[in-house]
């Protein structure tokens, strides 16, 4: 059984920082690309970051690089996938989602929901001023 299990996520003053995690299990470890998408109220799910499991190389959007760090550990069974994000803005609160994939997408200069079949349940972003 495929799952993304989402953690992490909240509420933070502009400025602040908040790391979301992003458990998956049930993927074929060996060939998994992952992703980080947000959704704001009234707007389309945008694509953040996105990394290939056997790469060092994440790609990340131009509106948080810089500021949103991805990272990643392994289990035997499991991979968990972080998400450090760091001088948050207003911008950045939303629903934010892990996707998962088992095949190779590249990386073309953006990351898009179709490329997508297994999401995690989504967590709340909010940044306040």
């Known amino acids: 059984q495929v799952q993304l299990v989402e953690s992490g996520g909240g509420s933070v003053q502009t400025g602040g920082s908040l790391i979301l995690s992003c458990q998956v299990s049930g993927l074929n470890l060996r060939l998994l690309w992952l992703a980080w998408f947000r959704q704001a109220p009234g707007k389309e799910r945008e694509g953040v970051a996105s990394?290939?499991?056997?790469?060092?190389?994440?790609?990340?959007a131009g509106s948080v690089k810089g500021r949103f760090t991805l990272s990643h550990s392994r289990a035997d069974k499991s991979v968990t996938m972080y998400m450090d994000m760091k001088y948050l803005k207003a911008e950045d609160s939303g629903v934010y989602f892990c996707a998962g994939v088992n095949k190779i997408i590249g990386y073309g200069g953006s990351v898009r929901r179709e490329d997508y079949t297994y999401w995690g349940q989504g967590n709340q972003v909010t940044v306040s001023s």
């Open positions: 990394f290939y499991i056997l790469d060092n190389s994440p790609y990340v």
